[in-house]
């Protein structure tokens, strides 16, 4: 158990719908970031927060946001979904803001997100 | 920009043989991290090691071994004496510009 705990571990919905994925940090760290691993894409990073602020932006869709909260767990929303949509979509933690490697990013077991 | 080539998509061996994956990358920062990880069947991300820039010192952990040279951009990975447990797809990745860009992964499949 890497400590980062995702939400739900599968899910299955259907093009045009709106789905939530949830990530719960490891206790301690601060920055959450969201990853999508496609066959087609591979892992391609989307969005940073650190305390609550975003931090960097990768290639996240208009279709897609995200937040992080108080209590420092983060939500991905993902709108209007297509089936390119489908992946698998990690969350992962760091302790520190991210602006340099130094920090190591925990990964969470990810959510499967299958759009039909 | 930057970026990380794992040039080899898939490679099988059998059990206790060597194998190495290969790793290059690409990047205009002066400072950066260079990363692997494990994404065993079960599809969580594990990491394995981070290595700085300014130490181009080789690494080994019991079985596994890793090989930095900056001068070909190179960062691999070896496993000594391959065991079916080590089955899975590993990242090469390298943080910079505040992010972390993996690779395409490597298949390992090692055979009884």
């Known amino acids: 158990d890497s400590g980062v705990t995702q939400t739900p571990k599968h899910l299955i919905t259907a093009t045009g719908q709106r789905v939530t994925l949830r990530c719960s940090p490891r206790?301690?760290?601060?920055?959450v970031y969201w990853y999508q691993q496609s066959l087609d894409q591979g892992l391609q990073f989307l969005i940073q927060?650190?305390?609550?602020?975003?931090?960097a932006k990768g290639n996240i869709l208009e279709r897609f946001s995200a937040q992080q909260f108080p209590d420092l767990h983060s939500e991905l929303n993902l709108s209007s979904l297509e089936l390119g949509d489908s992946a698998l979509y990690f969350c992962?933690?760091?302790?520190?803001?991210?602006?340099?490697?130094?920090?190591?990013?925990?990964f969470g077991a990810g959510s499967r997100l299958t759009v039909l | 920009a930057q970026k990380v080539t794992q040039a080899q998509t898939e490679i099988s061996v059998v059990e206790k043989e060597d194998v190495t994956l290969d790793c290059v990358y690409e990047?205009?920062?002066?400072?950066?991290?260079l990363f692997w990880y494990k994404q065993p069947p079960s599809g969580e991300l594990v990491f394995l090691i981070r290595?700085?820039?300014?130490?181009?010192q080789n690494e080994i952990s019991g079985r596994y071994s890793w090989n930095f040279q900056k001068s070909t951009s190179s960062f691999n990975f070896t496993i000594t004496a391959s065991q079916v447990v080590d089955s899975a797809v590993y990242f090469c990745?390298?943080?910079?510009?505040?992010?972390?860009?993996f690779g395409q992964g490597t298949i390992l499949t090692v055979h009884p």
């Open positions: 990745a390298l943080w910079g510009y505040g992010k972390l860009t």
């Open positions: 290595r700085n820039s300014f130490d181009e």
């Open positions: 992962a933690s760091s302790a520190g803001q991210g602006s340099s490697g130094a920090n190591v990013l925990t």
């Open positions: 206790s301690g760290d601060l920055s």
């Open positions: 927060y650190y305390n609550g602020e975003e931090r």
């Open positions: 990047t205009r920062d002066t400072t950066y991290y």
